[in-house]
Nanobody, 123 residues
């Protein structure tokens, strides 16, 4: 089971970043996929998730209208497009594989995690 995130970096407020998560086919098939983030001194929090078929998505209120999530089944990848970034979006972002087809919003509903990628938004 392997999830590898990429695309993090330093960006100014108002800018955009696109995170990607590459998964092995066995990891990817038949499971919802999600993104979480964790800022220093804070608990890991839900950001966005997409169902196995890609037909359903869910977002944290703090990112609605700014972030989108998509998955490419043929490439076994999940993307998080982050626009209009704010300093409070600064965190380590983690890709995670759900325990089932449907979307979950708590970390306990996810079985496997990537190593994380740092996103820093300067003011």
């Amino acid at each position: 089971v392997q999830l590898v995130e990429s695309g993090g970096g330093l960006v100014q407020a108002g800018g955009s970043l696109r995170l990607s998560c590459a998964a092995s086919r066995r990891t990817f098939n038949n499971y919802a996929m999600g993104w979480f983030r964790q800022a220093p001194g804070k608990e890991r929090e839900f950001v966005a998730a997409v169902s196995w078929g890609g037909g359903s998505t869910r977002f944290a209120d703090s990112v609605k209208g700014r972030f989108t999530i998509s998955r490419d089944i043929t490439e076994n990848t999940v993307h998080l497009q982050m626009n209009s970034l704010k300093p409070e979006d600064t965190a380590v972002y983690y890709c995670a594989r759900g325990r089932e087809l449907r979307i979950g919003t708590s970390p306990q509903e996810y079985a496997d995690w990537g190593q994380g990628t740092q996103v820093t938004v300067s003011s």
